[in-house]
């Protein structure tokens, strides 16, 4: 197993509101996201769970503190390359899924590549094969409507791993699938985890998920810490 870190977040401070009423979500949190292992993040509701991903996917802009990327601070890239580094480098899952809803699955496995301007052969190789290891190989002309909650999220990963970027980010990808679907999901983010040396965040409020982590960080503490 890979000891690599390819992303890390160092003293990470984020907080909200103004002066008074400011509640600091995130207090020079230290986390690193190791490849080939699963990484949970766990919390309650408002523990600041969304708010972490945010930063480590350079959605948001920390107060304080680093995201290091490849060795690279996230936040001093110039918006075009830090477009093109999320791009290539981060998949990201999320709970509802995130499908373009007039898309086939296959269309929305194959966005990120037409993003990072694939050739077109390439594209249809990937999608094929993206596909059939999530067993949807007779799913590729559905679209998201026609397809389970169990399926959408499977499509929701194909498509966080078109580009092949090495580190996906997934808020609560299982919370709105039910028990045996959750398991099976996470089976899957698992299993794709080790064979592709994946560096894997998941966050959750749900202890079949937290059972599957290689590392856990609780982030509730944080949140509730008075100010
Ligand atoms: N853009 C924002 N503006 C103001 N407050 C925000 C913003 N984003 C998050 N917050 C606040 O930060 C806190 C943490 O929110 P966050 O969404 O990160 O929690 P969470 O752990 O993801 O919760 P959930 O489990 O409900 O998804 C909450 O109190 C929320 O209201
Ligand atoms: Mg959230």
């Known amino acids: 197993m890979s000891t690599a870190v390819p992303l890390r977040g160092e003293a990470l401070c984020r907080g909200f509101g103004e002066a008074g009423t400011r509640t600091e979500v995130l207090r ?7 490849a080939g292992q699963i990484t949970v993040v766990t919390g309650r509701s408002g523990a600041g769970k969304t708010t972490l991903v945010n930063l480590l996917s350079g959605l948001d802009r920390p107060d304080s503190g680093r995201v290091v990327l ?25 709970q509802d899924f995130g499908l373009i809803p007039v898309l086939t699955a296959a269309e929305n496995i194959e ?57 996906i980010l997934a808020d609560e990808p299982t919370a709105q699938l039910d028990a045996d679907t959750a398991a099976s999901v996470m089976d899957l983010i698992r299993e794709l985890t080790f064979e592709q040396g994946l560096a894997t965040l ?3 409020h749900d202890p079949l998920v937290v059972e599957r982590a290689d590392r856990v960080l609780e982030l509730h503490h944080q949140a509730n810490r008075p100010a």
């Open 28 to 34: 020079g949190l230290d986390l690193e996201i190791p």
């Open 70 to 94: 490849d060795g690279e601070d996230l936040h001093l890239l110039p918006e075009p390359e830090l477009l093109e580094i999320r791009r290539r480098r981060l998949g990201l899952v999320f």
């Open 111 to 167: 966005v990120p590549l037409r993003l990072l301007s694939a050739p077109t052969g390439e594209r249809t190789e990937r999608v094929r094969e993206l596909l059939d290891r999530m067993g949807l190989a007779r799913h590729g002309g559905h679209r998201p409507g026609e397809l389970s909650g169990g399926q959408q999220q499977r499509v929701g990963i194909a498509r966080a791993l078109a580009a092949s970027p090495g580190i």
């Open 202 to 204: 998941v966050t959750t």
